[in-house]
């Protein structure tokens, strides 16, 4: 019935439109509109505020900095409450979260663009997962295709990171870049550019500490 009705309101044309504007609004706003807080998380540390790093130590063991791939210090106040986390889970390696957290990042957005809901149901938060769920929707009614490709990532830090009961949350910078556009049925560039953009983007990652689980879900996301 619903379908009848905008059909009736100028036939196909008004009913693309509409779904258009929906689809190109929500992917547009999607960095902004995740970026509700969850609760416990703190405002990110401004860029340029961590204490400079060398190869922190670790249960009495320095590690090497990776490449592109930032390390608190541990004896920061940010190092403090990774320490957290560590004496909560003693699995956890702040330097192996980071490399997952980036593997995670390349995995959602590529998973978005794709439309592929299976993998973003496994890596995402209830609610976080239904932004996107109605992203990719509206896109598909507006009968549209959405291209990202990252082009490469020049660095991914932790910003912050807190524990709040069994609940730990960590904010990552990447700083990468990409190329985002949203094309119509004809492959006609409706939202976004086919140039190469830098993008700066801070998402939350949020587990429960000690439970079967160990995957960290994005929670939150939004620009830098």
Same mark, same amino acid.
């Given at each position: 019935?619903? #379908? #009848?009705?905008? *059909?009736?309101? +100028? ?5 693309l439109?509409? /779904?258009a504007?929906?689809?190109? /609004?929500l ?7 995740l970026g509700?807080?969850? +609760?416990?998380?703190?405002p990110?540390i401004?860029?340029?505020q961590?204490? !400079?790093? !060398? ?5 009495g063991?320095a590690m090497?900095?990776l ?6 210090d541990p004896r ?6 990774l320490?957290?986390?560590i004496?909560r889970d003693?699995?956890?390696d702040p ?5 997952? =957290?980036?593997t995670?990042?390349?995995t959602?957005?590529?998973?978005f663009?794709?439309g592929d809901?299976?993998?973003?149901k496994?890596?995402?938060?209830? %609610?976080?997962y239904?932004?996107?769920? %109605?992203?990719i ?5 507006a009968n ?5 490709e990252?082009?490469?990532i020049?660095?991914?830090e ?9 609940? =730990? ?8 870049? *990409?190329? %985002? ?8 560039p409706?939202a976004?550019?086919? *140039?190469?953009?830098d993008?700066?983007?801070?998402w939350t ?8 689980d =160990? ?5 939150? =996301?939004?620009?830098?």
């Amino acid at each position: 019935m619903q #379908t #009848t009705a905008l *059909q009736g309101l +100028g036939n196909f044309p008004i009913a693309l439109i509409i /779904f258009a504007g929906i689809a190109i /609004f929500l992917i547009l706003r999607l960095r902004s509109v995740l970026g509700k807080r969850v +609760g416990f998380e703190k405002p990110p540390i401004p860029s340029g505020q961590l204490p !400079g790093f !060398g190869g922190p130590i670790i249960e009495g063991q320095a590690m090497s900095p990776l490449s592109g791939r930032q390390m608190p210090d541990p004896r920061s106040a940010l190092g403090e409450r990774l320490m957290q986390i560590i004496n909560r889970d003693p699995s956890f390696d702040p330097q192996k979260f980071v490399i997952g =957290a980036e593997t995670a990042f390349r995995t959602i957005v590529t998973a978005f663009a794709a439309g592929d809901r299976a993998t973003l149901k496994t890596l995402l938060s209830e %609610n976080v997962y239904q932004t996107f769920e %109605n992203a990719i929707a509206a896109r598909e009614a507006a009968n549209q295709r959405h291209r990202t490709e990252i082009k490469s990532i020049s660095s991914t830090e932790i910003e912050d990171a807190q524990v709040i009961g069994d609940q =730990a949350a960590i904010i990552v910078r990447f700083a990468s870049n *990409q190329i %985002n556009v949203t094309m119509d049925s004809a492959g006609n560039p409706v939202a976004g550019d086919t *140039q190469v953009s830098d993008i700066v983007d801070l998402w939350t990652f949020e587990r429960r500490l000690r439970a079967g689980d =160990a995957t960290w879900r994005l929670a939150a =996301a939004r620009s830098g």
